[in-house]
C-alpha cells in the first residue's frame, strides 16, 4: 500500500509540485520576448528627452534592440533561460522567467 493510501490523505504537495513546474516550463521566455523586453527600455529611456536625440532614440529603438538580440546568447534551463547581452565595453546578464526579464548584472 503506498504512503497516501495508508495515512488516508491526498498528496497536494506533489500535485502543487509539478503544477509549479508545469507554470514554469510555459512561461519561459522567448528570444522574441528578450527582443521586446530590450526595445521597450529603450523607449522608456527615451520617454522623457523631447529633444532630437530622444526622437531618434525612440524611432530607432526597434532597429537597436533587434540588433542587440542579435549579440544575445540565450541559455534554455526549461524552466528558465539566463542572455546574455554583450554591448561594446559592458556586459549584462537578464534572467527570464515567468515570462518576465531579472538584471542580474
Known sequence: MSAAKRSGRFPYGWIIFILAIVLLYATN?????????LKGRIEKQAKGDETLTG????????????????????????????????????????????DQFIKVR
Not at 524552466?79 to 549584462?92: I, K, Q, V
Request: net charge negative; proline share 6%; glycine share 12%.
Open 29 to 37: 521566455p522567448s528570444e522574441q520576448q528578450f527582443t521586446y523586453y
Open 55 to 98: 526622437d531618434l532614440a525612440r524611432l530607432l529603438s526597434g532597429p537597436a534592440a533587434s540588433l542587440a538580440g542579435l549579440g544575445t546568447v540565450r541559455k534554455d534551463y526549461f524552466l528558465c533561460s539566463t542572455y546574455e547581452l554583450g554591448l561594446p565595453g559592458e556586459e549584462h546578464l537578464f534572467l527570464g522567467i515567468l
